[in-house]
């Protein structure tokens, strides 16, 4: 049909959006926080300060696309076209359904699940799987955040508590893997732009090991709190155990 094909289209639209505008906001999670901390460390070295111009160069540059991208009219008329779908949808919702108690208990259950699927699995997780594990307690406590009023205030408190600190542990192992990321397409532009002569004892080579060093170290202290920031979210109870329909477990 017309319209699903539309809508297909559109949500490949806001796809390719998104990813434009979370590389924005790696490059400058990248900068502010990784980059500018190494700059602070060696302050006369010649090759973190390169590394740190062309990083904040990328930076710019990825920021003036999101920009444009926001600014261009098929965003405009995408976000008239998602207003348009909700409001379609709400209108059409069924009187019937099921409290919202009992919808959001469904939501995080469900959520909650996924996470402590891969959560027992812990030591075994790959670098997909670590980003995977992420995402899901980055959608479980937005759920958890967005339904708390609905239940025990001191219970969702603690829960979400709990979770922001895992998210946290999870967060510094995703800065890794960006930050090396971002690391690989600094150096490649350096040996397109110097040639494969640049690729061996330069100072920008230097500057790459020290932040490969500094993100590294980090990595492994995250790894190391991981254990803790994991048995403390499992010890929270389900804040919305009580309001579950009697099928779900």
């Known amino acids: 049909p017309r319209n699903l094909r539309e809508d297909v289209r559109r949500s490949q639209e806001f796809h390719g959006l998104g990813q434009g505008l979370g590389a924005a906001g790696d490059w400058d999670v990248f900068c502010s926080a990784r980059v500018r901390v190494v700059v602070k460390a060696f302050p006369e070295h010649a ?11 990328a930076r710019q540059a990825q920021g ?6 926001v600014a261009a009219a098929d965003y405009t008329r995408g976000m008239l076209r998602l207003g348009q779908l909700l409001a379609s949808t709400s209108a059409v919702m069924d009187r019937e359904a099921e409290p919202l108690a009992a919808f959001a208990a469904r939501v995080l259950q469900k959520r909650h699940r996924r996470v402590c699927k891969l959560g027992e699995r812990l030591a075994d997780l790959s670098t997909e799987e670590l980003h995977q594990f992420r995402i899901s307690a980055k959608k479980l406590r937005y759920a958890a955040e967005f339904f708390r009023g609905l239940f025990s205030a001191r219970r969702a408190r603690n829960y979400a508590r709990a979770l922001s600190a895992l998210q946290d542990v999870l967060g510094g192992l ?10 690989g397409e600094l150096f490649r532009r350096h040996l397109v732009a110097r040639g494969p002569a640049a690729a061996a004892g330069a100072p920008a080579s230097i500057a790459r ?14 790894l190391h709190a991981m254990p803790r920031a994991w048995s403390e979210f499992r010890a929270q109870s389900r ?4 309001s579950l329909p009697a099928a779900v477990p």
């Open 47 to 57: 090759g973190v300060a390169a590394l740190a111009r062309r990083a904040a160069r």
């Open 64 to 69: 003036r696309s999101a920009r444009e991208a």
């Open 239 to 242: 804040f919305w155990k009580q």
């Open 174 to 183: 995703n800065d890794f893997a960006t930050g090396e990321r971002l690391m």
């Open 209 to 222: 090991g020290i932040v490969h060093g500094w993100l590294a170290a980090e990595r492994q202290r995250r």
